[in-house]
T-cell receptor, first 115, second 113 residues
Framework: GAVVSQHPSRVICKSGTSVKIECRSL??????MFWYRQFPKQSLMLMAT?????????EQGVEKDKFLINHASLTLSTLTVTSAHPEDSSFYIC???????????FGPGTRLTVL | DAKTTQPPSMDCAEGRAANLPCNHS???????VYWYRQIHSQGPQYIIH???NNETNEMASLIITEDRKSSTLILPHATLRDTAVYYC??????????????FGKGTKLSVKP
């Protein structure tokens, strides 16, 4: 068990549009989900932490009005990149912390390209 | 900042054991050692974690020194599919929103035929 899915796996959009990425924990419940992004040849950087039913906590330098996070249930979190620009092009990865444990399981990632 | 130090790259022959070292000299008493790996263009995959005892699962073994200042991840019989970047991360026990994973640069392991 401990499978996390992301949708879509790849998205290309025009500058100025908004993109929604879904993260689901398929076979377990996750009270806490995390969103990371990874630029080419760099390591993962944490963007925000979200707990089910409450507002997300954003890392320093991450604009909360630009990266909207909704964690409406114990198995689903969404990240919306609003008014995307080319500099937002990146690999976005979510992780879910299995309820009752301290282990995070990662999704396969979403490659966002903004033209 | 990451609290661990890993060699940037290592090579291993297919079928041989891969031993990946990690230094974490400032680890605190309540911090675990976690290992993840990331195959190109995929999300990180959990491998193993431990506090002070050695651990083994179906993927790997984790050897932690007695002073807990360093550890070694062992892949007993490396295959070409084990080629990936391996991350060693220390993190406090966190059953809530604390204890985020901080990724360093990791070790790029190349398994060669």
């Amino acid at each position: 068990g401990a499978v996390v899915s992301q949708h879509p796996s790849r998205v290309i959009c025009k500058s100025g549009t908004s993109v929604k990425i879904e993260c689901r924990s398929l076979d377990f419940q996750a009270t806490t989900m995390f969103w990371y992004r990874q630029f080419p040849k760099q390591s993962l950087m944490l963007m925000a932490t979200s707990n089910e039913g409450s507002k997300a906590t954003y890392e320093q330098g991450v604009e909360k009005d630009k990266f909207l996070i909704n964690h409406a249930s114990l198995t689903l979190s969404t990240l919306t990149v609003t008014s995307a620009h080319p500099e937002d092009s990146s690999f976005y990865i979510c992780s879910s912390q299995k309820e009752g444990t301290d282990t995070q399981y990662f999704g396969p990632g979403t490659r966002l390209t903004v033209l | 900042d990451a609290k661990t130090t890993q060699p940037p790259s290592m090579d291993c022959a297919e079928g041989r054991a891969a031993n990946l070292p990690c230094n974490h000299s400032t680890i605190s008493g309540n911090e675990y050692v976690y290992w993840y790996r990331q195959i190109h263009s995929q999300g990180p995959q959990y491998i193993i974690h431990g506090l002070k005892n050695n651990e083994t699962n179906e993927m790997a073994s984790l050897i932690i020194t007695e002073d807990r200042k360093s550890s070694t991840l062992i892949l007993p019989h490396a295959t070409l599919r084990d080629t990936a970047v391996y991350y060693c991360i220390v993190r406090a026990d966190a059953r809530g929103s604390q204890g985020n994973l901080i990724f360093g640069k990791g070790t790029k392991l190349s398994v060669k035929p």
